[in-house]
C-alpha cells in the first residue's frame, strides 16, 4: 500500500496516535506535515526523516482559522500538493456533568470539532482543485456509547462522525473521500503517565473482547489503509478500531 511521494498533514502529531500516524505515513513512503501545539513536534520530524521522507513541523493551534490557513499554505508553499489530512488533534479532560461549565465545553468542542472543521475546509479547497484527497478524521468509540465524565467529549466526537458523512457527500464529486476512525482505549505516553487512567484502563481491559488495550499502531494501521489508493469505494464511514468493546 505504497505512499510513495504523496504529502499528508496529520494534526496533533508530537505524540500519542498522531505521532504514530506519522511515522506509518512516513514509512508508507509519504512526506509529513507535522502540525501540533506544542514545539515537542519538532521531535516527531526528525523520527520522521530518519525514514527517509521529508517533512515540515508546524507549531500552530486548530481552533486558530489563521493558524490552519498558514499550515496549509506552508504544507503547499513546500511540497506542491496535500494529498492526506489525518484530523487527530483532541483533547480529553474529565468533568461530571452536572459540574461541567460552559467553558469546559469550548475547550472541548473547540479543539475536537472545530479544528476538525476549519482544517478540512481549509485543506478541502486545495484538494477539489487537484479533483484527488484523503481526509481521516480521528473520532472515538465515545461517539457511539456514552461515557461517565466526557459529556462534551462523546458530543464531540459524535459531531466529528456527522461532519465526516456531511463533507464526503459534498467532497466526493472531486475525488476526495472523507472517514473517519473510532479508536478504543489506545495505550499512548499520556494514559501511561496517568494514574487515574491507568485505574479505568484496568476495566477497560476487562470489557475489551479481544483481551487487551489497543496500541497507537492499530490505528495508525487503519489511517493507512483509508489513505491509501485502494480504499477508493469507502467514503463517509466509521471504521471502529477497539477490540470489540462497542459490541460487548
Ligand atoms: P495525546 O497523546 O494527548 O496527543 C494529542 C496531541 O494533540 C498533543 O500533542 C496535544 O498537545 C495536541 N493538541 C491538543 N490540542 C491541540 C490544538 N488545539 N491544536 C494542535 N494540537 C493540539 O492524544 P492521543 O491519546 O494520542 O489522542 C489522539 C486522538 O485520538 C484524539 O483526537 C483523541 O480524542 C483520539 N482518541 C484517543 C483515544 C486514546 O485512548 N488515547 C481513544 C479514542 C480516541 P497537548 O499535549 O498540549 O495537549
Same mark, same amino acid.
Not at 153 to 163: E, I, M, R, T
Given at each position: 500500500?505504497? #505512499?510513495?511521494?504523496?504529502?499528508?498533514?496529520?494534526? $496533533?502529531?508530537?505524540? $500519542?496516535?498522531?505521532?504514530?500516524?506519522?511515522?506509518?505515513?512516513?514509512?508508507?513512503?509519504?512526506?509529513?506535515?507535522?502540525?501540533?501545539?506544542?514545539?515537542?513536534?519538532?521531535?516527531?520530524?526528525r523520527e520522521v526523516k530518519d525514514r527517509?521522507?521529508? &517533512?515540515?513541523?508546524?507549531? &500552530?493551534?486548530?481552533?486558530?482559522?489563521?493558524?490552519?490557513?498558514?499550515?496549509?499554505?506552508?504544507?503547499?508553499?513546500?511540497? &506542491?500538493?496535500?494529498?492526506?489530512?489525518?484530523?487527530?488533534?483532541?483533547?480529553?479532560? *474529565?468533568?461530571?456533568?452536572? %459540574?461541567? *461549565?460552559?467553558?469546559?465545553?469550548?475547550?472541548?468542542? =473547540?479543539?475536537? #470539532?472545530?479544528?476538525?472543521?476549519?482544517?478540512?475546509?481549509?485543506?478541502?479547497?486545495?484538494?477539489?482543485?487537484?479533483? !484527488?484527497?484523503?481526509?481521516?478524521?480521528?473520532?472515538?468509540?465515545?461517539?457511539?456509547?456514552?461515557?461517565?465524565?466526557? +459529556?462534551? !467529549?462523546?458530543?464531540?466526537?459524535? $459531531?466529528?462522525? &456527522?461532519?465526516?458523512?456531511?463533507?464526503?457527500?459534498?467532497?466526493?464529486?472531486?475525488?476526495?473521500?472523507? =472517514?473517519?476512525? +473510532?479508536?478504543?482505549?489506545? %495505550?499512548?505516553?499520556?494514559?501511561?503517565?496517568?494514574?487515574?487512567?491507568?485505574?479505568? !484502563?484496568?476495566?477497560? #481491559?476487562?470489557?475489551?473482547?479481544?483481551?487487551?488495550?489497543?496500541?497507537?499502531?492499530?490505528?495508525?494501521?487503519?489511517?493507512?489503509? #483509508?489513505?491509501?489508493?485502494?480504499?477508493?469505494?469507502? *467514503?463517509?464511514?466509521?471504521?471502529?478500531?477497539?477490540?470489540?468493546?462497542?459490541?460487548?
Amino acid at each position: 500500500m505504497s #505512499l510513495k511521494g504523496m504529502v499528508s498533514i496529520v494534526t $496533533g502529531s508530537a505524540m $500519542g496516535i498522531g505521532k504514530e500516524i506519522s511515522l506509518r505515513l512516513a514509512e508508507e513512503g509519504s512526506n509529513v506535515v507535522l502540525f501540533d501545539i506544542v514545539e515537542k513536534v519538532k521531535d516527531t520530524l526528525r523520527e520522521v526523516k530518519d525514514r527517509g521522507v521529508d &517533512g515540515l513541523a508546524i507549531v &500552530g493551534d486548530v481552533t486558530k482559522r489563521v493558524d490552519v490557513e498558514r499550515a496549509t499554505k506552508d504544507a503547499i508553499d513546500t511540497f &506542491g500538493e496535500i494529498d492526506i489530512l489525518v484530523n487527530n488533534a483532541g483533547i480529553y479532560p *474529565t468533568k461530571p456533568f452536572l %459540574e461541567m *461549565t460552559e467553558d469546559d465545553w469550548d475547550k472541548v468542542l =473547540n479543539v475536537n #470539532l472545530k479544528g476538525t472543521f476549519l482544517f478540512s475546509r481549509s485543506v478541502a479547497k486545495h484538494m477539489v482543485q487537484r479533483k !484527488y484527497g484523503r481526509i481521516i478524521n480521528i473520532s472515538s468509540n465515545a461517539a457511539i456509547v456514552g461515557f461517565p465524565g466526557l +459529556a462534551h !467529549y462523546c458530543a464531540s466526537k459524535a $459531531g466529528v462522525v &456527522g461532519l465526516t458523512r456531511a463533507m464526503a457527500l459534498e467532497l466526493a464529486p472531486y475525488g476526495i473521500t472523507v =472517514n473517519a476512525i +473510532a479508536p478504543g482505549p489506545i %495505550e499512548t505516553e499520556r494514559m501511561s503517565t496517568s494514574s487515574s487512567q491507568q485505574a479505568d !484502563y484496568q476495566a477497560f #481491559l476487562r470489557a475489551i473482547p479481544v483481551g487487551r488495550l489497543g496500541k497507537p499502531r492499530d490505528v495508525a494501521n487503519v489511517v493507512i489503509f #483509508l489513505a491509501s489508493q485502494e480504499s477508493s469505494f469507502i *467514503t463517509g464511514q466509521l471504521i471502529v478500531v477497539d477490540g470489540g468493546y462497542t459490541v460487548h
